[in-house]
């Protein structure tokens, strides 16, 4: 027997919150290795980052040249660049689209196995994704900045403080992502098939959290409602905001406190919605 | 006789799982159109900041949006199913398919009834409906013609992109999402007038790959504008003949792909 993985979380003579931490960095590490064995896939995708940066890019640019005074949305043209391609890099780190395995797992029944567990399911998922995360901003983020750097005038960030704020800003992004997947994919402890609430999800995450078009050239009103009333903006909008340096230094700064609100809510409304699911839960298959 | 029953067969046994789950079934027939409903309001949002674009205003670009979406939209119901090609040659369900006495890319097609889709066709065709109503065209049969010809080019277009894409899975089990870069990258390329992309990636995609006669050039021949890029009038009137070379080199890939096809054992 595997004396490793038996005696982490009990008897081990380390204190409980070094063991948890333990716990969860080992977790992290499964997950940042699960996606590592996909070295062909990590290819492909990156390429197809660069593809749709291109697209989006040109048009955005063409957009820029005919607007007025040549800033659309408060945008200039190595702005708009810059949020373009540091959004297809970020694409895959944030992860908004293709996770399905919390839903699969409720179908088939496996996620019986995870209940099993000496650990939350959110917080083992969480691990797992941050993981993801990290394998990916390792790999997918820079090749499309680089293109983009090649082909295209990009805006050089030039206060202090915006790359650490993007850097804090991403992993808000990242958390916030996990707590809305992990919602809609526990939409499967009730329907049984989440197919439709995830099709709404990809749907509604990519055109309102900024991916199609940045948000700011919506009317003020409707941005600010979606940005305080929903996570969606807090996904990408934020984040390629603040390395794009659209606000003042104050506004920078207080859209990332809006994210560090939004991820509190997710994480709790994702422990509350499995604590619900467990009490009602019917193992399916056997 | 026999075949068409069997696929009659295949059909509605997807029909009865698709319907299984009632409300899922809504919400994604819904979430379906909702994509095209989007990359739409993009063009509509893009255009609210500036009056022209490439040097093409709102009704202009509808008109090309509408080709565009229009014909995916039906390439989509038709053919879209067959990018899970790379699920079904990784988990091994391709041989079940090869063993049975029916071609293999009708059946592929039918794994999956794309029901759902439907409602995105409708949305592609509304939209090109309003944008044709919206630009005074000066109609010839010649124009007529080609109205109604192009969202089928389009459409046999994009369905041969599909297939070449899917097909790269038979060489490259994990091609992943490269393929998501010619189907959607492609209808997104076609989208907007090809004059706001750099030269020379315009020359790969609307030349080179063929994407500038989806769209583009039959919306300048109906429209009756001049190319700013300087191609003659009739090339809008070259996107049958480009969509039947896109369907003969398809078929012909496909073909070499199942003949190459050896399973991964799993």
């Known amino acids: 027997m595997d004396q490793r993985d038996a005696s982490v979380p009990t008897i081990s003579r380390i204190g409980p919150f070094r063991a948890s931490v333990t716990t969860f960095g080992a977790l992290t590490g499964s997950g940042f290795r699960r996606y590592a064995t996909y070295r062909q896939a990590t290819i492909a995708g990156t390429f197809t980052n660069i593809v749709f940066g291109f697209l989006r890019c040109y048009v955005l640019l063409a957009v820029a040249e005919e607007a007025a005074g040549q800033r659309p949305g408060g945008y200039d043209a190595g702005q708009l660049a810059l949020y373009v391609w540091v959004g297809q890099g970020l694409l895959s780190v944030i992860g908004i689209w293709g996770w399905t395995e919390l839903a699969d797992r409720i179908r088939s029944g496996d996620i019986a196995a995870d209940l099993l567990r000496p650990i939350a399911p959110v917080t083992g998922y969480l691990a797992a994704d941050l993981g993801r995360a990290l394998y990916c901003m390792l790999t997918r983020f820079g090749p499309p900045l680089l293109a983009g750097a090649l082909f295209f005038p990009l805006h050089t960030p030039a206060r202090w403080q915006t790359v650490p704020l993007f850097a804090v800003s991403v992993i808000l992004a990242v958390v916030i992502c996990f707590g809305c997947r992990y919602v809609v994919n526990a939409t499967a402890y009730w329907l049984q098939d989440a197919r439709g609430p995830i099709t709404l999800w990809t749907l509604g995450s990519g055109v309102l959290g900024g991916l199609y078009f940045p948000l700011r050239l919506l009317p003020e009103e409707i941005v600010l409602v979606l940005w305080v009333a929903t996570p969606l903006p807090s996904l990408l909008q934020t984040p390629l905001d603040v390395i794009a340096e659209r606000d003042g230094p104050a506004l920078q700064a207080a859209l990332v406190g809006l994210q560090v609100l939004w991820a509190a809510v997710l994480l709790g409304l994702a422990g509350l919605v499995q604590r619900r699911a467990e009490k009602r839960l019917v193992v399916q298959g056997g | ?266």
């Open chain 2, 1 to 266: 006789m026999g075949e068409l029953r069997a696929f009659a067969a295949l059909g509605a046994a997807q029909w009865r799982s698709a319907t299984s789950y009632r409300a899922s079934f809504l919400v994604e027939m819904l979430g379906n159109a909702g994509a095209t409903v989007f990359d739409v309001l993009t063009v509509l949002v893009l255009f609210q900041a500036t009056p022209e674009v490439g040097g093409f205003r709102l009704r202009e670009a509808m008109l090309i949006v509408g080709l565009s979406a229009a014909g995916f939209a039906l390439a989509d119901l038709t053919v879209g199913n067959v990018d899970r090609l790379k699920t079904y040659v990784r988990a091994g369900t391709l041989d079940a398919v090869l063993v049975r006495p029916l071609p293999a890319l009708p059946q592929l097609l039918l794994m999956d009834l794309p029901v759902r889709k439907l409602l995105r066709v409708l949305f592609g065709f509304t939209v090109l409906g309003l944008a044709v109503a919206a630009n005074p065209i000066d109609w010839t049969p010649g124009r007529v013609l080609l109205m109604v010809i192009t969202p089928i080019a389009a459409a046999v277009f994009f369905g041969s992109i599909f297939v070449v894409s899917a097909s790269l899975a038979f060489w490259w089990v994990d091609s992943g999402e490269i393929g998501a870069a010619f189907t959607y990258g492609g209808r997104d390329f076609t989208s907007y007038p090809i004059s706001v992309y750099g030269s020379w990636f315009r020359n790969v995609f609307a030349y080179g790959l063929g994407f500038g006669f989806v769209a583009y050039q039959p919306a300048l021949a109906l429209l009756g504008r001049a190319d700013p890029l300087g191609l003659p009038a009739w090339a809008g009137f070259l996107s049958p003949l480009v969509a039947l070379c896109a369907a003969a080199i398809a078929a012909g890939v496909w073909r070499t792909g199942i003949r190459h096809y050896r399973s991964t054992g799993s």
